[in-house]
């Protein structure tokens, strides 16, 4: 899970490197938030955060329900009145039980950019539009290097499937005007309990069995779930938050195999054994493989300049609340 999406560049960068007083303080005026994609891990924790600090949160779902709505719902009736607007809909890209097929292509795409683009109109359209919009994508968008470095400036978007995918995905989200502000957060893999990205590695590694993946030396961009819901809870409060953040540890220099021993460690168990590159590519296919046997170095410059205050900055914490 080296690469976990990537986002283009049609947002405006400025604003967001003064400090917030609001980074971790008291919590902003009470907000009403939508969320899309508000059922899986991320915004179920988003979720939990923004309620606990008075806000209301309303899911966009496939099922109605209490404090929801359908997306089809959204799209005849318009958006509802809300200050806040958060996009996490996607379909899982490490599926390992879907064959990688044009088909499933097709769902990745369609799954993130038709979801965005129908909140992006609704909100285009609103009679009152809310303060600020929020899509999350991935760092897919940066090419894989073992020597470059990446902060929210630096240029991707353009070089496989997946940096192509969240540079439609970003594009798809951009409003015209300026009357809500635009956020995207480029999330790395998100470690967390309960799921994300090390709820498929806990068994081998429980058994002894786990190790890095492939050479093990690609970097491996990683956030805690409490700061990827906390990024977003930072950047919907925060009037002078916009443009591109990167949602990643400031530990930017994990690699895989780094990533592997501090797991096994975590759990209390050797992590030696090595998931070779062949193996990999069979389950996920040549071009889907690419997303964990390759890795890049990303910097969140501006997240750090925003204000915001990491809950999990290091590896072994992180890791260790995830598995407890």
Not at 50 to 61: A, C
């Amino acid at each position: 899970m080296s690469r976990t999406g990537a986002g283009g560049g049609p947002f405006r960068i400025g604003g967001g490197d003064q400090p917030s007083a609001q980074a971790h303080g008291a919590p902003a005026a009470k907000m009403r938030v939508l969320i899309g994609g508000g059922t899986g891990f991320i915004g179920r924790a988003l979720t939990q955060r923004l309620l606990s600090r008075g806000h209301e949160v309303t899911v966009v779902s496939r099922q109605p329900g209490a404090q929801r709505i359908t997306w089809s719902e959204l799209t005849h009736s318009g958006l509802p009145h809300c200050e806040a607007v958060v996009n996490l809909a996607g379909e899982n890209i490490l599926n390992p039980f879907r064959r990688w097929t044009e088909a499933y292509r097709k769902d990745l795409l369609s799954s993130r950019l038709d979801t965005t683009h129908i909140l992006a109109t609704a909100i285009a359209k609103a009679t009152q539009p809310p303060q600020v919009w929020v899509l999350v994508t991935g760092t897919a968008y940066y090419q894989p290097s073992l020597t470059a470095e990446y902060d929210e400036d630096s240029p991707g978007g353009n070089f496989d499937f997946f940096s192509n995918l969240v540079s439609k995905w970003e594009a798809a989200a951009k409003l015209p005007g300026d009357a809500t502000r635009q956020v995207v957060v480029r999330s790395g893999a998100v470690l967390g309990r309960g799921g994300g990205a090390i709820s498929h590695m806990l068994l081998p590694f429980r058994l002894g069995l786990g190790g890095p993946i492939g050479s093990g030396r690609q970097f491996f961009p990683w956030i805690h779930i409490e700061d990827i819901s906390g990024i977003l809870v930072h950047a919907i409060e925060n009037g002078q938050v916009n443009g591109i953040l990167n949602g990643v540890s400031p530990a930017s220099s994990t690699t895989n195999a780094e990533f592997a021993k501090a797991l096994g460690a975590a759990l209390g168990r050797p992590a030696f054994l090595p998931l070779p590159s062949p193996a990999v590519q069979a389950v996920f296919g040549r071009e889907r493989a690419v997303m964990l046997l390759e890795g890049q170095k990303v910097i969140p410059r501006r997240t750090l300049a925003s204000g915001y205050q990491y809950v999990f900055p290091e590896l072994g914490a992180a890791l260790k609340q995830a598995v407890s």
